[in-house]
């Protein structure tokens, strides 16, 4: 009985065996007819089944089903006949993943340890054919808005090119021209567009690790850039910081990734390592660094070491002397000393010292006159905002009070008024 029961088990399993080659048969020959719908339904047991789905020949029909339902939408397009252009890249794009397939299984060596891929050089001469049109696909859905859907096409462009299927291709595809790293570009954009930040840092750290190729479209500096904000999106700190630091030393003359480095050591409470880098970009534009000045003396008056701020802010100035940041920024650190000095002398006793330490912080008082003054000037120039200019009204207005200037303190608040509704 059991002998029965067994002999009956492997008629069944021959059976499906062959039922699924049959369909793989059947497949092709719906194909052939253009019966593309049926041959689809063919096909999809055979992919799954464990007697077809590590054959090669299965997987060579089920992309050129695909290809050929591709093929047939393009001629009608190139004769201006009726044709559907979603169905045509549609299959375009489903006939890649089972034509690598049919080659990977094609690749496997046989018991004697051989390899006899029947289908490679079929197959490398489609998808070589093929290639260009993936373009036209990422552009037709870009122009959809499906970005995702553009995204994969043209990453299909740019992965192609580099398959194993042409490892041995004396007469490799040109990846050095500017269309192919314009699409590579694309590539990245548009997964960006989609919000698929992690794939977004996928296709930008592969840019990166392939030689960059001058084109007209992006500079390797705009990669980076990129990665960088796309890290920071992502709320990654870490590989934000990484990727700011790697470019700043590759691209000093950026005005991205110093600022933004820089800015990630102040927050981080890292003054060392930001005036390091306040150094190198001071030294790499000292004409232009006004800004740069700017904040390295703020993180010196933080410290209150006030000689040191005083001495990079009067720098920044002697650069260039309508610099915000320092004119502003030296003022207030004279201010602040006046203030201290004012509270240092409320809590001497002896009149000798106390006039001694009021004429100190009147002379501090005194020099911030002069910076605010061209400030608001500046400010004026350039017809700042409400805010900015109330700010500096309000600082100057405290420095004539504490002067005894009364006419200017006068001309001041009635400045201040316009601003109080």
């Known amino acids: ?18 039922a699924q080659k049959k369909a793989v048969k059947d497949a092709k020959s719906e194909m052939n007819s253009n019966n ?36 047939t939408q393009r001629t009608n397009q190139m004769l201006q006949k009726e044709f559907k252009e979603d169905i045509m890249y549609d299959a375009l794009l489903n006939s890649y993943a089972p034509y ?13 340890g051989k390899v006899k891929n ?95 190729t001058p084109n007209s479209t992006y500079k390797e500096s705009d990669v980076y850039e990129l990665l960088a904000s ?53 030294a790499n534009n000292p004409e232009g660094s006004c800004d740069m000045y700017s904040v390295k003396a703020s993180l010196f008056a933080e410290k209150k070491d006030f000689v040191t701020a005083d001495a990079t802010y009067q720098a920044a100035i002697s650069k260039d002397a309508a610099c915000e940041r320092a004119l502003e920024g030296l003022a207030v650190s004279y201010i602040v000393q006046a203030q201290n000095l004012k509270e240092e002398a409320g809590n001497v006793s002896s009149a000798k010292e106390r006039a001694e330490l009021d004429d100190k912080a009147k002379a501090l008082y005194t020099k911030a006159v002069p910076l605010l003054e061209k400030y608001k000037s500046v400010l004026e120039g350039r017809s700042a905002d409400e805010l900015e200019i109330k700010s500096m009204l309000v600082k100057l207005q405290n420095v004539y009070y504490n002067l005894n200037m009364e006419k200017e303190y006068e001309a001041m608040s009635a400045e201040l008024e316009k601003y109080k509704y």
């Open 1 to 18: 009985m059991k002998k029965v029961l067994l002999t009956a088990t492997l008629c069944m399993v021959v059976a499906l065996s062959f």
């Open 36 to 71: 593309f719908t049926e041959a689809r339904e063919l096909i999809k047991p055979a992919l799954t089944d464990p007697e077809t789905a590590n054959d090669a020949e299965t997987w060579k029909v089920a992309g050129d089903i695909e290809n050929k339902a591709f093929d």
């Open 100 to 112: 690598i397939k049919a080659d990977e299984l094609g690749q496997i060596p046989d018991e004697k």
């Open 118 to 212: 029947k289908f490679r050089k079929d197959i490398s001469v489609t998808l070589r054919a093929n290639h260009p049109f993936f373009i036209n696909g990422g552009v037709y859905y870009n122009d959809k808005q499906d970005y995702s859907k553009a995204s994969i096409f043209f990453e299909k462009y740019w992965e192609l090119p580099s398959l194993k299927i042409f490892a041995d291709d004396k007469d490799k595809i040109n990846t050095n021209d500017s269309t192919f790293q314009t699409i590579k570009y694309y590539a990245v954009i548009t997964a960006i567009q989609a919000k698929e930040d992690q794939r977004a840092i996928e296709l930008l750290s592969r840019i990166l690790s392939e030689p960059f």
């Open 230 to 282: 796309e890290y920071e999106n992502t709320k990654d700190s870490v590989n934000f910081v990484k990727t700011l630091e790697l470019a700043a030393a590759k691209f000093p003359d950026n005005k991205y990734f110093m600022p933004n480095l820089i800015n990630q050591y102040i927050k981080a409470g890292k003054s060392e390592e930001a005036i390091a880098y306040l150094d190198k970009a001071i």
